[in-house]
């Protein structure tokens, strides 16, 4: 059985950091892309930044909104990812999803929401202000 699970969420001031992390089991880890979501209240769910987005090697890309903010890493010997989240502001308070998606074919695949494979059921992140 496929499982996506989230974990980390909170509540945290502005300026603050929060660490979400992904375990997955029941596929192989490697041959997918890994990418993390949100969706805040009134507002479509939008792509924040994967990992492995290319198939392989790795590779990771961050929508602007969280460019040098945010950072995604990779435990391929736990199939976990994790999404380091610094410096955050109210604007990001959503709740956050990771997604897994068979042999992606780049970063692009951040935009097609509705074509990845399979979905966690999401961790609640707030900001203060």
């Known amino acids: 059985e496929v499982q996506l699970v989230e974990s980390g969420g909170g509540l945290v001031q502005a300026g603050g950091s929060l660490r979400l992390s992904c375990a997955a089991s029941?596929?192989?880890?490697?041959?997918?892309?890994i990418g993390w979501f949100r969706q805040a209240p009134g507002k479509e769910r939008e792509g924040v930044s994967c990992?492995?987005?290319?198939?392989?090697?790795?590779?990771?890309y961050y929508a602007d909104s969280v460019k040098g903010r945010f950072a995604i890493s990779s435990d391929n010997a736990k199939s976990t990812v994790h999404l380091q989240m610094d410096s955050l502001s109210p604007e990001d308070t959503a709740v956050y999803y990771c997604?897994?998606?068979?042999?992606?074919?780049?970063?692009?695949?951040?935009?097609?929401?509705?074509?990845?494979?399979?979905w966690g059921q999401g961790t609640q992140v707030t900001v203060s202000s």
């Open positions: 029941g596929f192989t880890f490697e041959d997918y892309a």
């Open positions: 997604a897994a998606y068979l042999h992606p074919p780049g970063p692009s695949i951040l935009l097609l929401i509705n074509l990845w494979d399979y």
């Open positions: 990992i492995n987005c290319s198939g392989g090697g790795g590779d990771t």
